[in-house]
């Protein structure tokens, strides 16, 4: 699953990313990269974050 970081200073797959960043996750990482607590990447599309997101819209 691509994903696209919110946050600089990530390293993914021994190179150093920043915000706005594109990579490539499996789908748990993305999980734990969008969990509020980090905050890493966006919300991912199914997620109850980005329903929330939506509804505020």
Do not use: F, Y
């Not at 797959?13 to 990269?33: L, N, P």
């Amino acid at each position: 699953m691509k994903v696209i970081l919110l946050k600089d200073g990530h390293t993914h797959a021994g190179r150093q990313c920043k915000k706005g960043d594109e990579i490539e996750v499996s789908d748990a990482t993305a999980a734990w990269m969008a969990d509020p607590k980090r905050s890493l990447i966006a919300p991912l599309p199914n997620s109850k974050a980005a329903a929330a997101a939506k509804r505020e819209d």
